[in-house]
């Protein structure tokens, strides 16, 4: 038997049809392309982090709860204090767990679409079935469609992203609201891009007993530390700590989360800053013929070119020592779409030269 015959014997079929999440290097580029904070830590700062780290016993097994880390997280994210939290490496692994804790066949989860890529690819991989449903052409909620979906479909999970990536907007949250009361399963607020918008439903965790909300330290400014938090009831909480494996988050990542997040004020100084690069940069992107640029509660702006030239536009702009985000061909509400990450103030100029040239 052939390699290529064991691995069609062995890999699941639904495994055999995906592609694995894609990073494309950026060494020597402005990097545009990630909705990461661009503002490194203060050269102060990154001295007193290091004397922290000299005192980790790195000989030892990491605190299995994070419970420093969980306290102090409790805090910058203001969660409830009748509310459980858990932690992941990243977002990803919390949605891996919670899709793992109601993983049955037969089963539904449910988002709308376009949407972050990783509830349909760890649904996939869980083996259960994922129900996209279609965003209006100006990417808001389809309120009916959406309600008459869960009544027939009855999902176990329904994964929001409030803002949604790669749109950039806030769906309505009256909406998420009804939703939250016919759902018979759990809906998930993940509020990846809090540090940027005013809108959270941390505050409604104790109204539904069926809401979770899950947040990141990734965009706050400390994308390499891997580091999500899931928030919700106590009870949903403990059937998904199951799924947690043990000492998910090392040593390093609970002593540099708690020190990071006792200076959440630098961060909050910075999201700030990036909201108003961010309408710099939309004026400016609007300012170009042929574009359709759309409002954005998140780091970064989705915008629209001419038919049929995203693909050299993406390949002109990386010329230029400029990478960002090609969604066209992702799907087909993205058709000729680009995304860019608001950079620093001189990066976010020299994105909006270089695209003045090519247009």
């Not at 000492?247 to 004020?265: C, D, E, I, P, W």
């Not at 509660?297 to 989705?302: D, G, P, V, Y």
Request: proline share 6%.
């Amino acid at each position: 038997m052939s390699l290529q015959d064991k691995i069609n014997k062995w890999v699941r079929p639904g495994i055999r049809k995906l592609s694995a999440y894609h990073v494309p290097p950026a060494a020597g580029l402005i990097k545009l392309d990630a909705m990461e904070n661009p503002w490194p830590w203060p050269a102060a700062l990154q001295a007193e982090w290091l004397q922290v780290l000299q005192a980790a016993a790195l000989n030892r097994y990491p605190d299995p709860t994070a419970a420093e880390l969980q306290s102090v997280l409790r805090t910058a994210m203001e969660v409830p204090d009748d509310a459980r939290v858990m932690l992941g490496n990243g977002s990803d692994e919390l949605i891996q767990m919670i899709v793992q804790t109601i993983a049955e066949p037969g089963r539904v989860i449910m988002a709308p679409e376009p949407t972050f890529v990783m509830y349909r690819q760890i649904a996939t991989v869980c083996g259960l079935a994922f129900s996209g449903v279609p965003l209006d052409e100006d990417f808001s909620l389809d309120h009916e469609r959406m309600l008459a979906l869960i009544a027939e479909r009855q999902p176990a999970v329904i994964f929001l992203a409030y803002p949604n990536n790669p749109t950039g907007n806030l769906f309505d949250a009256n909406i998420i609201r009804e939703m939250l009361a016919v759902a018979d399963g759990l809906v998930v607020v993940d509020e990846a891009y809090a540090p940027f918008t005013d809108a959270s439903f941390m505050s409604s965790l104790g109204e539904y007993d069926n809401l979770l909300v899950m947040r990141t330290v990734s965009k706050l400014g400390l994308a390499g530390l891997r580091l999500g938090m899931l928030a919700g009831s106590p009870d949903w909480l403990e059937q998904i700590d199951k799924t947690r494996l043990p000492y998910n988050v090392g040593t390093l990542n609970q002593l540099t989360g708690s020190f990071a997040l006792r200076h959440k004020a630098l961060f909050d100084e910075q999201a700030r800053a990036i909201r108003a690069e961010r309408e710099i940069l939309f004026a400016g992107l609007r300012e170009f013929a042929g574009l359709a640029v759309y409002p954005s509660e998140a780091n970064f702006i989705l915008f629209r070119v001419p038919a049929g030239r995203a693909g050299e536009l993406y390949a002109g702009l990386q010329s230029a020592g400029i990478l960002i985000k090609n969604l066209h061909g992702s799907a087909d509400a993205l058709r000729d779409c680009l995304r860019v990450t608001v950079g620093l103030p001189d990066e976010n100029r020299a994105f909006l030269a270089a695209l003045e040239r090519l247009l």
